[in-house]
């Protein structure tokens, strides 16, 4: 069964500063790699996605996310983070119907 | 827009007490998926439907059921709620499975469920 790590719960940073939030997966033939971002009291919502392609995937809102497979990694970054960037993020890997996802990473922006 | 649906966003019950939460998609999507997530915690799913299909997880207690009537509505019934079911209930659809795995989910707003 895969499953998924984001080892780091809490990531706080300042304004403009760069971020990266890491993931790991358990290996497998192939994979669905997803990022979903929590806002307080909302639903999850999709941030960017691999499924196949090219290994940097971009979202309209400046995180990318590289699929590395020899390292088992979808980590996702931003190079200047906003205050509205704080959020919970969540990193997910399809296993046949359904989605695995990782204990989460909230990222706290501050001014 | 198109978009998934939950009703009520905000429910409060009583120990005990039978409770519905809604969801309804204008998506038309296959799969409908029902997950609970507790404070600070990974979304945990329950069940879902793969249209008339219904897949339960091995670990959802029987207290949890849910019915799809149609392709646009899933419901989500707890017979007797307790204590620890006091989470936020969120409601996601795909469009599909492709060669094996699941599409992008689409979840809607939640319902916070308090249990008193």
């Known amino acids: 069964a895969q499953s998924v790590t984001q080892l780091d719960s809490q990531v706080p940073v300042f304004e403009e500063a760069p971020v990266e939030l890491r993931c790991n997966y358990s290996s497998s033939v192939s994979v669905y790699l997803f990022w979903y971002v929590q806002y307080p009291n909302q639903g999850l919502q999709l941030l960017l996605k691999?499924?196949?392609?090219?290994?940097l995937v971009e979202s309209i809102n400046g995180f990318e996310a590289e699929f590395n497979k020899s390292q088992t990694s979808f980590h996702l970054r931003k190079p200047s983070v906003h205050i509205s960037d704080t959020a919970e993020y969540f990193c997910a890997v399809s296993e046949t119907d359904k989605l695995i996802f990782g204990t989460g990473t909230r990222l706290q922006v501050f001014p | 827009d198109a978009m998934v649906i939950q009703n009520p966003r905000y429910q409060v019950t009583q120990f005990g007490k039978p409770v519905t939460l809604s969801c309804s998609q204008t998506l038309n999507h296959n799969v409908m998926y029902w997950y609970q997530q507790k404070s600070s915690q990974a979304p945990k799913l329950l069940f879902h439907y793969y249209d008339k299909d219904f897949n339960n997880e091995a670990d959802t207690p029987d207290n949890f059921q849910s019915r799809r009537p149609n392709t646009s509505f899933c419901f989500l019934d707890i017979r007797s709620p307790g204590l620890g079911d006091a989470a936020m209930y969120l409601c996601?659809?795909?469009?599909?499975?492709?060669?094996?795995?699941?599409?992008?989910?689409?979840f809607g707003p939640g319902t916070r469920l308090t249990v008193l």
């Open positions: 691999y499924l196949s392609g090219s290994t």
């Open positions: 996601a659809t795909s469009r599909d499975v492709l060669a094996g795995h699941t599409d992008t989910q689409y």
